[in-house]
Structure formats: C-alpha cells, structure tokens
C-alpha cells in the first residue's frame, strides 16, 4: 500500500491504476490499518476519468503522512463515541413530515417527483450547511489527519527514523482533473435525483451523526527479562 501511494505520488501509476491496486490489497488483506488508508486514499482521486495525480500542497502532505502510518507498526482504528443530535435533524425531520402531509393530500402517485422539489431544496441547503461546518476545521487538524494528536504523530515519526518525505512538486499547482464548468455539469443529474427524491435523504438527515474518534496505537516494547539491565543505566546495575 506504501508503495502504491509513492508510485501515485512520483506518476508511475495513474488513477485508474491506482484504484485497481487498491481494490486489489485490500481484498487480500484483513490488516485494518491498510484497509482504512485504501478507504481514505478513495477519496482523493477521480475515478471516472483517468489522469496524473491531481493534488494540493494539503493533500500532498496527507499521503506523505498515511505513507509513514504504513511504514511504522502503528495501528489505526476508529472508535464511535457517540451520536450527535442538531437542529437540522430536527429541520429534516419537520421537512419530511411536511412531505408525507403533502403526499396524503395529493393521493400517490408520479406528480410526487415535483411536489418532493421543494423539499429536497431544504434538504440539499441542509447539506451544504452540514458541510461547510465539517469544513471549519482548525490547521493544525487538517496538518495531523490521520493522525489524532501531535504526540501521536511525533510517536510514530521517531519509531520511523528511514522515512524518507516526498517534496511537493511545483508543476501540481496548476493541475485539475477537470474545469470547474465541466465539474459542475457532471454534478447536475445527481443534484436533479437528490431534489425529485427528497424524503430518501430526509430521511438520513433526521438520524443522529455518528462521532468517531482515529486512535493511533504504537506496539507494546518487548518485554525486558527479569534481572537484565534497563535501558540506559551502567552494566549490572538494577
């Protein structure tokens, strides 16, 4: 998996290479750690046009850090603390019930894909809004991911004193898939779906949000046999 990541970063692999080697490990592995960095790398290359990688200097650093996860013994895990009720669970669930009133009153029937346009109005508003909050992260988050605490990243660098970084090339900053026009337009038959189906994402919207928290664990030090000298102290010496 750290090896694939190096040969997308040095353009020895293109997207559509990269999903198949992807796609490829992680069926063959039951290593967790290498199955949610597969899952997170999804995330970061497109999968309908092939193309060189595409990426920011953020990004950039995201996979010099997910190629230093895999190169230490750390694992990584995620863990759900709980769930998180918020005002828009309660808007989504007002905009469905609004919805079904509206379906009883009209009778069932395919004039419902046009009654549901307003209402998955509020429910695409409802996730942008839930979006733009996710966006607000602070800088240091966005610099650790997937690492949850400087500790824990500073940990695992100094358990890896090989690792070599990849150094950003310039020549990415000016690289795109796609215009965004063309980016957009691909966008709109799935935001026409999301409008004529609106009850379908209402729905999810008015369930709790899941919080989970990414826990990096180092491996436990061997253990020192009884009597043997301890790290660091005079031969003989307790």
Request: net charge neutral; glycine share 6%.
């Amino acid at each position: 998996m750290e090896e694939a990541i190096r040969s997308y970063m040095g353009e020895r692999l293109t997207a559509f290479e990269l999903d198949e080697v992807l796609s490829e490990i992680c069926e063959k592995t039951e290593d967790k750690t290498v199955q949610h960095v597969g899952r997170a790398l999804w995330f970061h290359y497109d999968d309908i046009t092939d193309h060189k990688i595409v990426a920011s200097h953020e990004e950039w650093d995201y996979f010099n850090r997910l190629a230093l996860l895999l190169q230490s013994e750390a694992e990584v895990e995620g863990v759900t603390t709980g769930r998180c009720w918020s005002w828009q669970n309660g808007i989504a669930a007002v905009a469905f019930a609004g919805f079904i009133c509206a379906a009883l009153h009209f009778g069932w029937g395919e004039h419902l894909f046009i009654v549901a346009i307003p209402f998955g109005a509020v429910s695409m508003l409802l996730g942008y809004w839930s979006n733009r909050t996710a966006k607000r992260n602070s800088r240091i988050e966005i610099a650790l991911t997937p690492f949850p605490s400087i500790a824990s990243l500073l940990a695992v660098r100094r358990a890896v004193r090989a690792f070599r970084k990849n150094e950003y090339p310039s020549n990415l900053r000016s690289r795109s898939i796609r215009s965004p026009i063309a980016g957009k337009i691909m966008l709109l038959p799935a935001k026409l779906m999301w409008l004529i189906l609106a009850p379908i994402p209402l729905l999810f919207q008015m369930l709790p949000q899941t919080e989970t928290e990414t826990r990096i664990r180092m491996p436990e030090p061997p253990a020192r046999p009884y009597g043997s000298p301890a790290a660091g102290s005079p031969s003989g010496q307790p």
